[in-house]
């Protein structure tokens, strides 16, 4: 893996290289060091010209004030992606890997106005509902589940065996799902990350949220999805669909890359070894850190101005899309100064402004469970190779590990361990699932049900 060290002068893609070239945020180079990259960009000003995807232009904020300007003025800079105007005018390529995550959708991450205000009323309001403690109950089950998956093996991937499968476990849990929709999900979910068959995967998370909101019209609960169906803000059918795709969509994936992130700092970081504080406050400082300096959604919130904005300097142009780089705002030189004596709340890993994270506690409350289970459970657990062999998944929008390899001493396995892998050749759709040792991906949650009655 690549440090910014290791660059001699600009890194590759960088305005040097190109001569003034709009610079590519997608790549193995950008992927290993875009603290380099960000202070390459900063020579632009508060926002400089990228390229998210091939033929995909946009302008990234990377300074720390315009980046909340940006976000704290609606009325300047909308969300709805309708207004794309390379998008409406046939530039961008409708195969781009990037549209999935910037078209519209009648959620209240591209909505803005008073249909933003209704969808998102839905949202916190139904959150607000959650009982943290059911979630810290159900979150350490599901942290057991996966640890006695691998536990007895003495090696494991910490992103693939636990930081990506346990936010999706919890929230089949929050969302009131059976075995067999929530086995569709979490195959769903898991294969658009993987970019394995996404297309197929793509498909069967549609039909088994359509499958889920049909079955909480007949049948509500004590969830999610029954308390959005059941809000004054009468969510159709669609807008339901869409709302929980944006709820597990927006809280799997971060709350994947704080666990694994801040697993690799506790792992590798000598000033995470012990000392004067908890081992609580350890793994909270931790997630700070990964929140600060590698936040786990690097570059998104994408904006679009209503008309040309000069932003202290940066011309912006109308329907022109802006991309917020909390990555980046973060780690703004201007901050230097006082950055270690700032709020733990002052960075913008939640985003700010009428968009920000309605969900920053709960997935707090998880990750910090997460990893103190994983820790008390296999107190001597290490990095099983070089810290810099490691790698990180391409993309403009997120910082992920591609994995995080461990090891320690192995443990007696749990009797209930192995109950779940007595399925053999089940289906999720018409994608067959073989069943050899742990679970795979398409039968997490009925074999997380079995494993806890066992």
Same mark, same amino acid.
């Given at each position: 893996?690549?440090?910014?060290?290791?660059?001699?002068?600009?890194?590759?893609?960088?305005?040097?290289?190109?001569?003034?070239?709009?610079?590519?945020?997608?790549?193995?180079?950008?992927?290993?060091?875009?603290?380099?990259?960000?202070?390459?960009?900063?020579?632009?000003?508060?926002?400089?010209?990228?390229?998210?995807?091939?033929?995909?232009?946009?302008?990234?904020?990377?300074?720390?004030?315009?980046?909340?300007?940006?976000?704290?003025?609606?009325?300047?800079?909308?969300?709805?992606?309708?207004?794309?105007?390379?998008?409406?005018?046939?530039?961008?390529?409708?195969?781009?890997?990037?549209?999935?995550?910037?078209?519209?959708?009648?959620?209240?991450?591209?909505?803005?106005?008073?249909?933003?205000?209704?969808?998102?009323?839905?949202?916190?309001?139904?959150?607000?509902?959650?009982?943290?403690?059911?979630?810290?109950?159900?979150?350490?089950?599901?942290?057991?589940?996966?640890?006695?998956?691998?536990?007895?093996?003495?090696?494991?991937?910490? #992103?693939?065996?636990?930081?990506?499968?346990?936010?999706?476990?919890?929230?089949?849990?929050?969302?009131?799902?059976?075995?067999?929709?929530?086995?569709?999900?979490?195959?769903?979910?898991?294969?658009?990350?993987?970019?394995?068959?996404?297309?197929?995967?793509?498909?069967?998370?549609?039909?088994?949220?359509?499958?889920?909101?049909?079955?909480?019209?007949?049948?509500?609960?004590?969830?999610?999805?029954?308390?959005?169906?059941?809000?004054?803000?009468?969510?159709?059918?669609?807008?339901?669909?869409?709302?929980?795709?944006?709820?597990?969509?927006?809280?799997?994936?971060?709350?994947?890359?704080?666990?694994?992130?801040?697993?690799?700092?506790?792992?590798?970081?000598?000033?995470?070894?012990?000392?004067?504080?908890?081992?609580?406050?350890?793994?909270?400082?931790?997630?700070?850190? #990964?929140?600060?300096?590698?936040?786990?959604?690097?570059?998104?919130?994408?904006?679009?101005?209503?008309?040309?904005?000069?932003?202290?300097?940066?011309?912006?142009?109308?329907?022109?899309?802006?991309?917020?780089?909390?990555?980046?705002?973060?780690?703004?030189?201007?901050?230097?100064?006082?950055?270690?004596?700032?709020?733990?709340?002052?960075?913008?890993?939640?985003?700010?402004?009428?968009?920000?994270?309605?969900?920053?506690?709960?997935?707090?409350?998880?990750?910090?469970?997460?990893?103190?289970?994983?820790?008390?459970?296999?107190?001597?657990?290490?990095?099983?190779?070089?810290?810099?062999?490691?790698?990180?998944?391409?993309?403009?929008?997120?910082?992920?590990?591609?994995?995080?390899?461990?090891?320690?001493?192995?443990?007696?396995?749990?009797?209930?361990?192995?109950?779940?892998?007595?399925?053999?050749?089940?289906? #999720?759709?018409?994608?067959?699932?073989?069943?050899?040792?742990?679970?795979?991906?398409?039968?997490?949650?009925?074999?997380?049900?079995?494993?806890?009655?066992?």
């Amino acid at each position: 893996m690549q440090s910014p060290s290791e660059f001699q002068g600009p890194p590759p893609g960088c305005p040097a290289h190109a001569g003034g070239a709009r610079v590519p945020l997608h790549g193995p180079e950008f992927a290993a060091a875009p603290e380099a990259f960000y202070e390459q960009l900063r020579k632009y000003g508060p926002a400089a010209p990228v390229e998210l995807a091939p033929g995909v232009e946009a302008a990234l904020v990377t300074d720390y004030a315009a980046a909340l300007h940006v976000l704290q003025n609606p009325d300047t800079f909308a969300r709805d992606s309708r207004r794309w105007r390379a998008l409406k005018e046939g530039r961008v390529p409708l195969d781009s890997p990037v549209l999935p995550m910037m078209a519209y959708r009648p959620n209240c991450l591209f909505s803005d106005g008073a249909d933003h205000m209704r969808l998102r009323q839905a949202v916190t309001d139904s959150l607000a509902r959650v009982d943290t403690h059911r979630l810290s109950r159900h979150a350490e089950r599901v942290a057991s589940y996966l640890i006695s998956q691998f536990s007895s093996r003495g090696r494991v991937d910490l #992103v693939a065996d636990y930081a990506q499968m346990l936010p999706l476990l919890v929230f089949n849990d929050l969302f009131g799902c059976p075995a067999e929709i929530g086995d569709r999900l979490v195959f769903g979910i898991s294969g658009i990350f993987d970019g394995v068959d996404a297309e197929k995967a793509n498909e069967v998370l549609g039909e088994a949220l359509f499958d889920l909101v049909a079955l909480k019209r007949a049948t509500p609960g004590e969830d999610i999805t029954s308390w959005l169906m059941g809000h004054q803000s009468a969510l159709t059918d669609a807008e339901m669909i869409h709302q929980l795709v944006t709820l597990m969509a927006a809280g799997t994936e971060p709350m994947q890359n704080i666990i694994a992130g801040a697993l690799r700092l506790l792992l590798t970081d000598e000033k995470y070894a012990g000392g004067q504080h908890s081992a609580s406050l350890l793994v909270e400082d931790a997630i700070n850190d #990964v929140l600060w300096n590698s936040p786990p959604i690097a570059n998104y919130a994408v904006h679009y101005p209503l008309h040309d904005v000069d932003l202290s300097g940066s011309k912006l142009g109308a329907g022109e899309p802006v991309v917020i780089s909390f990555a980046a705002a973060n780690t703004d030189p201007n901050l230097s100064v006082g950055r270690q004596t700032l709020s733990k709340r002052a960075h913008l890993a939640w985003g700010a402004g009428p968009h920000a994270c309605p969900a920053k506690d709960p997935a707090l409350l998880v990750s910090v469970l997460a990893i103190e289970k994983l820790l008390n459970s296999l107190p001597d657990i290490d990095l099983a190779v070089p810290e810099e062999s490691l790698t990180w998944r391409p993309g403009p929008f997120h910082r992920a590990l591609e994995s995080l390899p461990a090891r320690f001493t192995p443990l007696r396995p749990d009797k209930r361990s192995t109950a779940p892998s007595s399925t053999v050749g089940a289906t #999720v759709g018409n994608a067959p699932v073989q069943q050899q040792g742990a679970p795979q991906k398409g039968r997490w949650w009925s074999s997380f049900l079995t494993w806890w009655k066992v």
